[in-house]
C-alpha cells in the first residue's frame, strides 16, 4: 500500500467512454443521412422556448477530444446547424443537447432520431442542486468548481457525460462556501464534481430528492509519484496507465507516464493507495520517487 494526500477521474472516463461507444454501436446499426440538424425547442406543455441553447456534442473515445457546435433558439423555439459545421463529427457519436434559464437540461442521440432534421427537443422543470462546501475543521471553502460530470436517467436508463469544456451545469462556491445550481431533470442521478485551488478533487453521485441541502467537505491536496520501468531490462515504460484506488475502494485516480517513465497523480485525499499499471503490470515494477 502507499500512503497519498484524492478522490478519482476514473469513474468519469470510464462513463464518457461508454457512452461514446454506445453511440457508436447504436450507429453501426442505422447511420444517419449527412442532412443538417435542425428542430424546436418545446416545453413541457409543448410552447415554443426561445433563447434555447442548443449544443451538438460529440462524445471522444478514451483519449479522444470532445467537441461541440452551438446553436439558439428563435422566436418560435427553432434551430438548425449546418451540416458543414459538423463535417469532422460522426453522426452515430453525436448528442443534441439543450438548456434554457429556468428549465431542466435535456438530451437525445442523434443515432435515435428518426429524422435529425426535425429533431424536437423538450424541456421540463429543473430541480436545483445546494449546499455548503467546508474544509475537515468546517472552514467555508470559496472559490471552489462545483459541477456536474455526468447524469443519469432512471427510465428508460440513459446517461450523459459532460466535458468540463462544454461549461454545463457549473459554478463556484461563493466566500462563504455556498453555491446553487440549477437546470438538473429531477429524475436525475449526478455524479457531482468538486475540485478547489488547494483542495483535493472529489466526486460523489447524489439524487435530486437529496440536494437540495448537501454538506461537502474536501480535505487538503496530497500526490503520488512514481516511476514505471520494465521489469527485465529496467529501461522506462513511457505511455502506459498508472491507477491508484484507496483502501476503502471508492476514491480512484490515474495518470500516464511520461517518456522518462514518471507520473504523477495529483489532487489525492490523505490514505492509503493500492497502485498497479495497465495493460502489463506482470512485466513492470513500481519505483516509487515521491511521498
Not at 467546508?134 to 427510465?155: K, M
Not at 455524479?191 to 483542495?199: C, N, R, Y
Not at 500526490?223 to 484507496?246: I, K, Y
Amino acid at each position: 500500500m502507499l500512503r497519498a494526500a484524492t478522490h478519482g477521474l476514473t469513474g468519469y472516463v470510464i462513463l464518457a467512454g461508454l457512452q461514446a461507444l454506445a453511440l457508436g454501436v447504436r450507429g453501426l446499426a442505422a447511420a444517419p443521412a449527412a442532412v443538417p440538424l435542425a428542430g424546436r425547442v418545446v416545453s413541457a406543455e409543448g410552447e415554443p422556448v426561445a433563447g434555447a441553447q442548443v449544443w451538438i456534442y460529440t462524445a471522444g473515445l478514451l483519449g479522444e477530444e470532445a467537441r461541440a457546435v452551438s446553436a439558439i433558439s428563435d422566436s418560435e423555439g427553432r434551430f438548425a446547424i449546418p451540416e458543414r459545421a459538423l463535417a469532422d463529427a460522426p453522426p452515430e457519436a453525436r448528442v443534441i443537447i439543450a438548456w434554457a434559464e429556468g428549465q431542466a437540461l435535456t438530451w437525445q442521440f442523434q443515432a435515435e432520431a428518426p429524422d435529425p432534421s426535425q429533431l424536437r427537443l423538450i424541456l421540463g422543470p429543473a430541480a436545483a442542486f445546494a449546499g455548503w462546501v467546508h474544509d475537515a475543521s468546517r472552514q467555508p471553502l470559496g472559490n471552489v468548481t462545483v459541477r456536474v460530470a455526468c447524469l443519469v436517467l432512471p427510465d428508460p436508463r440513459r446517461f450523459l457525460a459532460l466535458d468540463p469544456a462544454l461549461n454545463l451545469l457549473t459554478t463556484k462556491t461563493q466566500p462563504d462556501g455556498t453555491f446553487s445550481l440549477p437546470g438538473i431533470p429531477p429524475q436525475a442521478q449526478v455524479w457531482l464534481e468538486l475540485q478547489g485551488p488547494d483542495s483535493a478533487w472529489k466526486m460523489l453521485s447524489v439524487s435530486a430528492s437529496e440536494a437540495a441541502d448537501l454538506d461537502l467537505t474536501l480535505v487538503p491536496t496530497g500526490r503520488l509519484a512514481g516511476r514505471v520501468t520494465l521489469a527485465e531490462t529496467g529501461q522506462p515504460a513511457a505511455g502506459l496507465l498508472v491507477c491508484c484506488e484507496s483502501g476503502a475502494g471508492k476514491n480512484q485516480a490515474q495518470a500516464l507516464t511520461d517518456a522518462a517513465g514518471r507520473y504523477q497523480i495529483s489532487h489525492l485525499e490523505e490514505g492509503e493507495y493500492k497502485v498497479w499499471v495497465q495493460p502489463s503490470p506482470s512485466l513492470l515494477e513500481w519505483i516509487p520517487t515521491g511521498p
